[in-house]
C-alpha cells in the first residue's frame, strides 16, 4: 500500500538533508590539506582558568612585530591567540577561523610575523600528535595562517602529516620562507590512541602555504623540535635543539642549519644526550646559552658551540640576549627576572613575577623594549633595556580572557 506524503514535509526532509550534509562536509575535511574551516567561525571561550590538563600556559609564543615594538602576539593554551597595538594598553582576542573542541583552542606554541609583511602571521599549534584530519570530528590543531594581523586564521597543513606543531621561524632574510617544527608523539585519540607519528622540521618557500619536509639526520624522526632561532646576515642560519622526551640517548641535540633550513647537521655532540629546553644564539652566531632543564646551570659557547663551559647561575626557564648586544641578557629561575650587562660576569635580581615565566622577547626594531609573560597570562615590560619592569597586564583579570 502506497502511503501519500505531504509535499512540505518531503521538502522540509529534503532541507534537512542538504544542511546536515553540509554541516558535515565542513566538519570533516574533504580538501587534501585538511584545511577548511571546520567548526573555526563559532567562537567559544574557552577553559575559565587553569585545570587538571591546562596550566594556562603560554609556551614560546610570545612574539613582537619585527618593525613595530607596540604589536605583540601572545598564543594561550586553548583560549586562542590576543594582541596588543598599542604596547600592552588594551589586548584583542583573536579566534575566528581557529578550530576547537567543546573545551577549548589548541595550544599556541609559537607564532610568527612576517618581516617584509606584518600583516602576515603563522603560529604553530599542538594537540594530540597524530593526523591533520582526525577527531572533534577532524584536528583542530597544525598550522594557522592570517593575512590580517591575526583577525582572522585559517590552517595551512598543505605537505604536513603530523599536526603536532611546536615551532615556526620566518627567515629574517626571505620573507617567502618558514621554517616549521613537528614534534614526535603519541595519539591520544580515542580511535589512535597509542599510534606514534613522526616529528620532522619542515620548510615553505611560499610563505606557509605549503610545507615540505627538509634534510635532516637519521633518527629525527624520534625528536620533538621545542625551539627555533634564526641568526646571520645574508643567507639565513637556524639553530634548534632536537630531544626525545621518551629516551634522552635518542636525542639528535644540536642542529644547524647554514642553507636556510633546507637541511641540517650535528653541532656541540657534548651536550646531545642533555636535556636542553631554553637556548639563545647572537645574531654573528658565535655565543650561545643553552640551559638543562632543573640543572640550574648554564652552558656557555663562545666559538658557534664549538666548546662549552659551565656557569653556576639561577637559570632554569627562557634566556634571551639582545639582539643588538649579546652582552645584555635577561634570564629566569621560574618567576625571579635577572638581568646582566656583562656578558654573565655578574647579574642582578630585577623582576619577581606572578607565576612561572614561559617566554621572552627582545623587541627587533627597539631592543630596550622587551616584554615577558609568565603562566596565568600576566605580561611584563621593561622600556630601559631589562633594568626596571612594569607589569602591564594579566589577561585573566582583566577579564580579556572571559
Not at 614560546?60 to 593554551?77: A, C, M, W
Request: aromatic share 10%; net charge negative; proline share 6%.
Amino acid at each position: 500500500m502506497r502511503i501519500a506524503m505531504n509535499p512540505f514535509l518531503l521538502l522540509f526532509s529534503f532541507l534537512l538533508i542538504v544542511v546536515c550534509s553540509h554541516k558535515t562536509d565542513e566538519s570533516v575535511d574533504s580538501d587534501p590539506c585538511a584545511n577548511a574551516a571546520g567548526n573555526g567561525h563559532d567562537i567559544i571561550a574557552g577553559p575559565p582558568g587553569p585545570t587538571t590538563n591546562d596550566f594556562d600556559q603560554v609556551f614560546r609564543s610570545l612574539e613582537i612585530d619585527p618593525n613595530n615594538p607596540d604589536i605583540v602576539y601572545l598564543g594561550t593554551e586553548r583560549n586562542g591567540i590576543v594582541k596588543t597595538i598599542d604596547g600592552g594598553i588594551t589586548w584583542q582576542r583573536l579566534r575566528d577561523g581557529m578550530r576547537h573542541s567543546t573545551v577549548g583552542y589548541p595550544e599556541v606554541w609559537d607564532i610568527a610575523v612576517s618581516p617584509s609583511n606584518p600583516s602576515l602571521v603563522i603560529a604553530a599549534t599542538a594537540d594530540s600528535p597524530g593526523p591533520i584530519a582526525g577527531d572533534y570530528p577532524s584536528s583542530m590543531a597544525g598550522v594557522y595562517r592570517s593575512i590580517d594581523g591575526g583577525l582572522s586564521w585559517m590552517r595551512s597543513n598543505c605537505g604536513i602529516s603530523n599536526s603536532y606543531a611546536l615551532s615556526v621561524r620566518f627567515d629574517p632574510n626571505d620573507s617567502t620562507s618558514a621554517i616549521l617544527g613537528i614534534g614526535r608523539g603519541t595519539a591520544t585519540f580515542s580511535a589512535l590512541q597509542g599510534q606514534s607519528f613522526d616529528g620532522v622540521l619542515m620548510r615553505s618557500n611560499d610563505s606557509g602555504l605549503s610545507w615540505d619536509a627538509t634534510s635532516m639526520p637519521a633518527g629525527a624522526n624520534t625528536n620533538v623540535f621545542w625551539l627555533l632561532r634564526a641568526y646571520g646576515n645574508g643567507l639565513t642560519q637556524f639553530i634548534t635543539f632536537a630531544f626525545c622526551p621518551d629516551d634522552l640517548s635518542k636525542n639528535l641535540g644540536f642542529l644547524r642549519s647554514e642553507d636556510g633550513g633546507r637541511s641540517w647537521n650535528p653541532m656541540a655532540p657534548q651536550l646531545r644526550e642533555q636535556r636542553i629546553v631554553e637556548f639563545d644564539v647572537s645574531r654573528d652566531g658565535r655565543r650561545l646559552y643553552a640551559i638543562e632543564r632543573d640543572t640550574f646551570s648554564l652552558r656557555t659557547s663562545t666559538d658557534s658551540g664549538a666548546s662549552w663551559d659551565t656557569l653556576a647561575v639561577p637559570a632554569n626557564g627562557p634566556i634571551r640576549m639582545s639582539p643588538d648586544n649579546p652582552d645584555n641578557i635577561i634570564f629566569c629561575d621560574y618567576d625571579k627576572i635577572y638581568h646582566s650587562t656583562n656578558g654573565l660576569q655578574s647579574w642582578q635580581l630585577v623582576l619577581t613575577t606572578t607565576d612561572r615565566v614561559d617566554d621572552i622577547a627582545f623587541a627587533p626594531a627597539k631592543p630596550d623594549v622587551i616584554y615577558l609573560a609568565t603562566r596565568g597570562y600576566s605580561i611584563y615590560k621593561s622600556s630601559n633595556f631589562g633594568a626596571t619592569w612594569i607589569q602591564l597586564v594579566n589577561l585573566r583579570t582583566a577579564g580579556v580572557l572571559d
